[in-house]
């Protein structure tokens, strides 16, 4: 039998990190949206972060993206944030977005280009020593469109070198988290296309350098629960960004496209022991409202985690351990449904009054006035987005 408070115990000590970047504006190629009330400074991106940890009480960190969220001191915006009730998380480098990265950062043939990426991941670490934050996550575009157009292998070396020397500047409670990407902005190869690759890197490098699992960068069809089955077994799961898609790095909401997939996820994570936060997996959210209200999305975003999460808690354990012992495929998928199939809504609607905030955060968001407070206040200046 499920023992239904401890189910709950774990769910209120869920932790979902939200991305600065998702509060201001984003688009596609085709066209940017620009919102009223949206972030014009690192400080109001923060400030909606914790209206998200407010009405729903399991996000307390947001991690920062530069130099999206360049500021003079960070010790100051950690301390801004600290105010609020929330930390600064994940230090997002990038080293995609400069002229001189069109064929390659730490990979590009060019050594002066590949130093001057190089020396971006080691700034990112400095304001992480600043900010307190743990993770270092280190995302790379760097790929070809052509073959032929570079060394596969001599691009590998090159970044097998950069991640060294970043390695080793890593301070003791700090970490890297190597995301992998199977195409765009490259489209022929990409240097760190799927999780193999990480991990093996990952691996070249040291305990201190873990996989972090973009759930919309995967080929269509990719079982991401055995990737993730398989990296916790291997102890080298370190994080997530969360998002959804129905085709490729569309960056929707967490759980919007593929519900399914995010309880798949999360009960591998659950059958691993590796929710609680002192496992160590950063659970992010990285995604891009470009139509919907965002901090409303963002909202809906957690607690599309927190259903998955919920329901993968509620699998007979027992059950289901016994019916794949006995091979009965159907009784062990249907132990495994019965769960998936479980409204948690209510359950989570008493966490969340146990945790003394409103059983609905997306109707409480919407009574507070904050939109419309926003949309009244934050007049003028230059609205953040990504800028490409
Ligand atoms: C790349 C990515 C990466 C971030 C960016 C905002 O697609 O997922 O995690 O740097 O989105
Ligand atoms: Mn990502």
Known sequence: MTDLAAVKRTLSAQRVETPSWAFGNSGTRFKVFAQPGVPRSPQEKIADAAVVHKYTGVAPTVALHIPWDKVDD??????????????????????????????GSVTNPDPAVRRKATDHLLEAIAIMDQTGSRDLKLWFSDGINYPGQDDLTNRQDRLAEALRETYARLGENQRILL??????????????????????????????????????????????????????????LGAFDFNSRFYADDDLMAGAADPFQLFRIMY?????????????????????????AKIPAIIRSVLNIQEATAKALLVDRNALAAAQNNGDVLEANGVLMDAYNTDVRPLLAEVRSDLGLDPDPVAAYKRSGYQEKIVEERVGGQQAGWGA
């Open 74 to 103: 960070y010790a100051s915006l950690a301390a801004y944030a600290s105010s609020l009730g929330v930390a600064i998380g994940a230090m997002n480098t990038n080293v995609f977005q400069d002229d001189d990265y069109k064929l």
């Open 179 to 236: 995301e992998y990407k199977l195409f765009e902005p490259a489209f022929y190869a990409t240097d760190i296309p799927d999780w193999g690759t990480s991990y093996a890197h990952c691996l070249e490098l040291g305990p201190r350098a873990t996989v972090c699992i973009d759930t919309g960068h995967h080929a269509p069809g990719t079982n991401i629960e055995f990737i993730v089955a398989f990296l916790l077994r291997q102890k080298k």
């Open 268 to 292: 591998e994570i659950v059958r691993g022991n590796a929710l609680d936060p002192a496992y160590g997996i950063n659970f992010m959210l990285d995604q891009c409202h470009n139509i919907e």
